[in-house]
T-cell receptor
Framework: NAGVTQTPKFRILKIGQSMTLQCTQD?????MYWYRQDPGMGLKLIYY???????DKGEVPNGYNVSRSTTEDFPLRLELAAPSQTSVYFC????????????????FGSGTRLTVV | KNQVEQSPQSLIILEGKNCTLQ??????????LRWYKQDTGRGPVSLTI?????NTKSNGRYTATLDADTKQSSLHITASQLSDSASYIC???????????????FGKGTKLSVKP
């Protein structure tokens, strides 16, 4: 009954370093998403995927990359970390998209708190 | 511009009391509205999802209402408990067509503190 699992929970990066945030779900959901949550702000969509091999940009994709080689995994890659990427990152999954079969909500992971110094 | 505004920003109530949180939106075309509860240091957890035709939906002590004409929603919490202390986020989904991903617009949330 794991749901969506994110690792690591916390990370401090130096400017210019790179890292991968891991996200795994065990619900066989086709849709997966990466969001960032800045203090006092609503969640913003970074990237999403509607199935293995298919990814697309969200509202704030600059500085990030994703891949979706399997249904279960959706890693988020930060290249050349910048202080503006200091945030809490949430991975989520759903059985369908936002406008279809609305009874299916999103399941969120517990988040990764990233600080870039 | 699609926006979701929540009020109040924060709220303190005593255990056992009721409270109502507000959400106004300007999202078009509207698909559905969701309320999430986010405990500190955790990801959001879905409370309710309502479509255009639904006026009220309950989940235990949580009751959400939707007025699609005025583009307003409220979340009413009855007989509050200490465990209700969290941020409550209103999320509105815009319709998507042609199989493309729809867009979720998140409010900034209302931070609720329930005191003993």
């Amino acid at each position: 009954n794991a749901g969506v699992t994110q690792t690591p929970k916390f990370r401090i990066l130096k400017i210019g370093q790179s890292m991968t945030l891991q996200c795994t779900q065990d619900m066989n959901h086709n849709y997966m998403y990466w969001y960032r949550q800045d203090p006092g702000m609503g969640l913003k969509l970074i990237y999403y995927s509607v199935g293995a091999g298919i990814t697309d940009k969200g509202e704030v994709p600059n500085g990030y990359n994703v891949s979706r080689s399997t249904t279960e995994d959706f890693p988020l890659r930060l290249e050349l970390a910048a202080p503006s990427q200091t945030s809490v990152y949430f991975c989520a999954s759903s059985q369908s998209g936002t406008g279809v079969f609305v009874g299916y909500g999103y399941t969120f992971g517990s988040g990764t708190r990233l600080t870039v110094v | 511009k699609n926006q979701v505004e929540q009020s109040p920003q924060s709220l303190i109530i005593l255990e056992g009391k009721n409270c109502t949180l507000q959400c106004n939106y300007t999202v078009s075309p509207f698909s559905n509205l969701r309320w999430y509860k986010q405990d500190t240091g955790r990801g959001p957890v879905s409370l309710t999802i309502m479509t255009f035709s639904e006026n009220t939906k309950s989940n235990g002590r949580y009751t959400a209402t939707l007025d699609a004409d005025t583009k307003q929603s409220s979340l009413h919490i009855t007989a509050s408990q200490l465990s209700d202390s969290a941020s409550y986020i209103c999320v509105v989904s815009a319709k998507s067509y042609g199989g493309s991903q729809g867009n979720l617009i998140f409010g900034k949330g209302t931070k609720l503190s329930v005191k003993p």
